[in-house]
């Protein structure tokens, strides 16, 4: 009986949390208003009963649908008893619903976290900042009981689910989204440090370092969330596309590229007092980004074509979020952005502009993602033309943005502070740029179109990687013993910034040099395509555990060694009466051979699709050593002192 | 998150994007099929080419497409001949015509309004005063008093 009401008491906890988000928003704002104590004090407590309440909330649905508990309406509609246990779990979070459930459950988290965490945070600042927080949970969760109860049970239970959409079922999938929500939702912390410090009117070195481990956590997890979702559609779709333009996409890439900028003018003002209220703006719009992106996704506004929420009540209540908060943030910034007095005094040369011309490309270049994502909806309400913006608009007035970027990024990251030379800044560079030219000249060589788009590709990232290094050694005074006793900051940053050069050869060489083959092969027949002898040895029928599928048996060879038996497949999931392809790829470090199967043919054989993909896990190896970046940054002792700053107060930190 | 994309497109039609039998014998046409192809929209698809996209509408204007340059017809009259049928819709990549220059300007002049913001900011700062530190607070004070006599 008492498992029958576990349903029940996650949607009880769940309101519950909704009253501890209440208190927490007015208690401590009040008391941190009026400097009581006592008031103030109550903000962390009730942060973690208001995580606690949301984790069971969270937990009940969990194994509502672990246990294929049909009698709920949610569990029915995404979920069967055949599905493997890990979609079933990660079935929790393939809908609208308990998506949602995940995103206020992160939230607390993040709240939560800085009551943990933030044991030396002043108590002023604290109170407002949790109280903040609280506020977004509030909304979230009156959205989630209002319009998206995920909780409704059904009168009369189904024998059997309908089974979740199978190209969610896929591991790549499955841990997209908690990913892309950590990040997503980790914004919203920066978004309170602002409000906060808004309230307070005072920004200092001390706020900017508070707010930049948790800015730099949200923008590792976007990172992270949305190279899996380009991973996957590499690997799922059957053509090895990586990224589409797609608003949904837009929707992810736009808060990825105002958090970066803010991570790094963030830093100006920890390590010069200066661009102050331009930091705390980009805080505001990095979370009103992340907002409008699930906006973007909730509502179904930019096409009506949508298959996963197309409610315009939901949409009209996300769409009501957002402007109380960003509106609501905005006001007080154009009211109090004044106070934020700035201190530091450089040249027009010097790593504060640098990082000025940072933000100036990544703002720009995030305005024009916004802006494209978005005209086909203004141009259709405003000049009533139905039209489309895609992959080429984006390709062309995109892509400049990040050229200059990376041209400019070495230099900038190796000047010194208040006053720099461009000259004497570049000099450690030369060896750099020679060896980026002469990879570019390689892949001018290589490439036997008239595109330029590999060549200067290929040169930008060799710059950055290259430089990166010439940076880390420049700072460890050309000695290789120093190199280890950097600080792990430094390390950071030029991961990341070398991870960003891995992308850009990746991008260039695989747009560039991609290759494509598509024909009706007969079994047992052998085919070339770049150099590879693929032969189609046999197709036969398998069944797995919730579908059927059609799998071949292919063999590559290379000069008449074997390079791959590879075993690409064709699935029908006969319960949501869907079919998927799943290629069949050999990973390799210069190329990935991409072999698909298609329809057998009416006179014999089979379709076959065979793509050599050069450099294509650049793409997301650079990725990782973003993240990786992040993470060494995170790790830096200058945090873990700022963080346990209270509890060893006696630690002379070092002059910087 | 591209599922949302394939949904339908998958639900209509289980054939993937270009098919052995449409592809042309003459690899020059065939070529320029491909190219003209990923500028245009599959029709009932989220903001995919026909190129890629497993619709059965988009095989159709895949082999449109390519009847039409078997034909004879330059790139031009290819497009403008869809866009006559279908409207600019049928354009991923929206022409720079009327409303559309905001589209096609916005970036751009943007990026002016942030270099010129940019080099405002960066002028002041170079010619600010250097303010002194602010002097402590009595509060503050007294907290650097107790760490110093720990």
């Known amino acids: 009986m008492l498992c029958g009401m576990i349903a029940e008491l996650g949607h009880f906890t769940l309101i519950l949390a909704l009253m501890i988000a209440t208190v927490q928003a007015v208690v401590p704002l009040v008391g941190a208003h009026k400097g009581w104590r006592g008031w103030m004090a109550m903000a962390g407590p009730a942060a973690t009963a208001q995580f606690l309440c949301i984790a069971i909330s969270f937990g009940a649905l969990t194994y509502a649908f672990v246990t294929s508990d049909f009698s709920l309406r949610l569990v029915t509609l995404n979920s069967h008893t055949l599905k493997p246990m890990l979609y079933k779990v990660s079935g929790v979070w393939g809908n609208h619903e308990g998506s949602m459930l995940l995103w206020v459950l992160i939230l607390a988290l993040f709240g939560a976290s800085a009551h943990w965490f933030g044991q030396s945070l002043p108590d002023r600042l604290k109170a407002r900042v949790l109280s903040v927080q609280a506020m977004i949970g509030l909304a979230f969760l009156a959205f989630i009981l209002f319009t998206s109860n995920p909780f409704l049970r059904l009168a009369e239970p189904p024998f059997d689910g309908q089974d979740l959409n199978p190209l969610l079922q896929d591991p790549g999938l499955a841990f997209h989204p908690p990913f892309l929500y950590l990040g997503y939702v980790g914004l919203s912390m920066a978004f309170s440090f602002a409000v906060a410090a808004l309230i307070e009117g005072r920004v200092d070195a001390a706020w900017a370092r508070w707010v930049r481990p948790w800015t730099l956590a949200a923008w590792m997890f976007l990172t992270v969330g949305i190279a899996l979702g380009s991973w996957w559609a590499y690997y799922e779709l059957g053509w090895g596309g990586f990224w589409f333009w797609d608003p949904v996409e837009n929707a992810s890439f736009m808060p990825w590229l105002i958090a970066a900028a803010l991570l790094h003018s963030a830093i100006v003002v920890e390590k010069r007092e200066a661009l102050k209220s331009w930091t705390i703006l980009l805080a505001i719009l990095a979370f009103g980004f992340s907002l409008i992106g699930t906006f973007i996704v909730r509502s179904g506004i930019i096409t009506s074509v949508h298959a996963f929420a197309n409610d315009p009540e939901r949409g009209i209540f996300i769409l009501a979020i957002l402007a109380v908060f960003i509106g609501g943030a905005l006001t007080l910034y154009a009211a109090r952005a004044g106070v934020m007095e700035a201190k530091g005094v450089f040249a027009m040369v010097s790593r504060e502009s640098a990082l000025v011309m940072n933000n100036v490309l990544l703002a720009v270049a995030a305005f024009v993602v916004f802006v494209g994502t978005l005209w086909p909806l203004i141009a259709e309400l405003a000049f009533d033309r139905k039209l489309s913006v895609g992959a080429p608009f984006f390709n062309q007035a995109f892509t400049p943005f990040m050229v200059i970027l990376a041209v400019i990024l070495p230099i900038g990251a190796i000047m010194p502070w208040k006053r720099a030379r461009i000259g004497r800044s570049m000099r450690p560079l030369y060896p750099a740029l020679v060896l980026a030219l002469a990879l570019g000249g390689l892949a001018f060589a290589v490439s036997t179109g008239g595109s330029a788009l590999a060549p200067v590709g290929v040169f930008l990232g060799g710059w950055l990687i290259a430089g990166a290094g010439a940076e880390l050694w420049q700072r460890a005074g050309r000695r290789f013993a120093r190199l280890g006793r950097l600080p792990r900051a430094d390390w950071g940053k030029a991961t990341a910034h070398s991870g960003l050069g891995v992308v850009f050869i990746g991008i260039a060489c695989l747009m560039a040099w991609d290759v494509e083959d598509i024909r009706v092969a007969q079994v047992g027949e052998t085919f070339t395509v770049a150099g590879y002898d693929i032969t189609l040895s046999g197709v036969e029928r398998v069944e797995g555990p919730n579908y059927i599928s059609t799998t071949a048996t292919m063999r590559v060879t290379r000069g008449g060694a074997e390079v791959a038996l590879l075993h690409p497949e064709k699935r029908i999931y006969p319960v949501a009466a869907m079919p998927t392809t799943e290629a069949a790829i050999a990973n390799g470090v210069w190329r990935d051979i991409y072999l698909v199967i298609g329809d057998p043919q009416d006179n014999g054989g089979w379709a076959v699709r065979t793509y050599i993909k050069p450099f294509a896990n650049w793409i997301w190896g650079g990725a990782i050593l973003m993240a990786l970046g992040g993470i060494l940054s995170l790790s830096d002792r200058r945090y873990r002192v700022a963080a346990g700053a209270r509890k060893a107060p006696a630690i002379a930190q070092p002059a910087e | ?150």
């Open chain 2, 1 to 150: 998150m591209r599922w949302l994309i394939l949904y339908l497109c998958l639900l209509a039609a289980p054939a993937h994007a270009v098919q052995p039998d449409e592809i042309l014998a003459d690899p020059a046409l065939e070529a320029r099929a491909r190219e003209l192809s990923k500028g245009l929209r599959c029709l009932v698809c989220r903001n995919e080419n026909i190129d890629e996209s497993n619709a059965d509408l988009a095989r159709d204007l895949r082999v449109l497409v390519r009847e039409r340059l078997v034909a004879g017809d330059s790139d031009e009259e290819v497009i403008s001949y869809l866009v006559d049928r279908y409207g600019e819709y049928v354009l991923l990549q929206p022409t720079a015509s009327g409303e559309n220059l905001i589209l096609w300007i916005a970036g751009p002049a943007m990026l002016l309004m942030a270099l010129g913001t940019a080099a405002l900011y960066l002028r002041r700062r170079r010619s600010a005063p250097d303010a002194a530190p602010a002097p402590l607070s009595a509060e503050e004070k007294a907290r650097l008093k107790e760490i110093l006599e720990k």
